[in-house]
């Protein structure tokens, strides 16, 4: 009977317990807008700043709608940006991004659907601009996977959240590019911007 007692017990307190993973996606989203625009320059067009909206309990909007609750704002997750391993990372792709963009300015390498760059034409590269773009784009790809898992380390995120990351960072890397450059969509075709 205790056995049974203990066990009901057990049972009860064990179902009240909730895990809450969390990912913090919107954090991550402006993260990775933020480095996209710091390694890259500033995008091709930005989108409008929503309307600030009035905290003032006594603000026309609350007397009219005759809301006698306050609105909860919740405060949203920060991501770690600012470790020695991020920055270097940031550098790194900052620095290779001038050698990189006359290469995609002429069509020869191209943001991938993944986020990743891709050589997608050798036309009118000599033997050396052959070498020098593939090394180019092995290196930048290497520094993105890199920058992914350290952001996920920075912030205690388990390794499974890479990809989640990974996914993040590929659509701002696709929406800040320049028009002309070229991009990959969820099929494998290439467009231009």
């Not at 890397?173 to 969509?185: A, K, M």
Request: net charge positive; with cysteine.
């Amino acid at each position: 009977m205790l056995r049974r007692t203990l066990f009901v017990i057990t049972l009860i307190v064990s179902a009240c317990v909730t895990v809450n993973i969390y990912f913090p996606a919107a954090a991550v989203e402006r993260a990775a807008d933020q480095i996209v625009k710091e390694t890259w320059g500033e995008p091709s067009k930005s989108a409008p700043a929503p309307a600030p909206q009035s905290k003032n309990r006594f603000s026309p909007w609350r007397l009219a709608s005759l809301s006698l609750v306050g609105v909860a704002h919740a405060q949203e997750a920060d991501i770690n940006l600012s470790n020695p391993a991020i920055r270097a990372i940031k550098d790194s792709i900052k620095l290779r991004s001038e050698a990189i963009k006359p290469f995609m300015d002429r069509g020869n390498i191209g943001i991938g659907a993944d986020g990743l760059l891709a050589i997608r034409a050798i036309d009118g590269l000599n033997l050396k601009e052959r070498a020098e773009t593939k090394q180019l784009v092995d290196a930048e790809n290497r520094d993105r996977e890199n920058l992914y898992a350290e952001i996920a380390k920075a912030n205690n995120m388990a390794k499974d959240s890479i990809p989640k990351i990974k996914a993040i960072f590929a659509r701002s890397w696709l929406e800040q590019t320049r028009p002309g450059w070229w991009l990959q969509d969820s099929q494998g075709n290439w467009k231009r911007k």
